[in-house]
Nanobody, 121 residues
């Protein structure tokens, strides 16, 4: 059974930094498409950043470009999101998710339990 165990998050002041980790287990190969999502109260879930770990190629939402960095450690099967210069609008529940990359446009297969990131002024 594939499982994603997420850690990190917490409360920081504006301009602070946090690193989120997402450790995957229960598989040997595949699931190279991995991503971070977030959802704030009253808002729809949005994609923050994604990576094809076999490339690697990355994607960032415009709102986090230059501030967030997505990376992956293949040996540890762990996805990371380094978040710098955090702003109040970054406050949300953050989730990691993984999926097979093909066929394209498929839904993410597995999701983490989520962790809260709160940025205060």
């Amino acid at each position: 059974q594939v499982q994603l165990v997420q850690s990190g998050g917490g409360s920081v002041q504006t301009g602070g930094s946090l690193t989120l980790s997402c450790a995957a287990s229960g598989y040997t190969y595949g699931y190279d498409c991995q991503a971070w999502f977030r959802q704030a109260p009253g808002k729809e879930r949005e994609g923050v950043a994604s990576i094809n770990t076999a490339g690697p190629t990355t994607y960032y939402h415009d709102s986090v470009k230059g501030r967030f960095t997505i990376s992956h450690d293949g040996a540890k099967k762990t996805l990371y999101l380094q978040m710098n210069n955090l702003q109040p609008e970054d406050t949300a529940m953050y989730y990691c998710a993984i999926r097979e990359c093909y066929p394209d446009s498929r839904e993410f297969d597995y999701w983490s339990q989520g962790t809260q990131v709160t940025v205060s002024s």
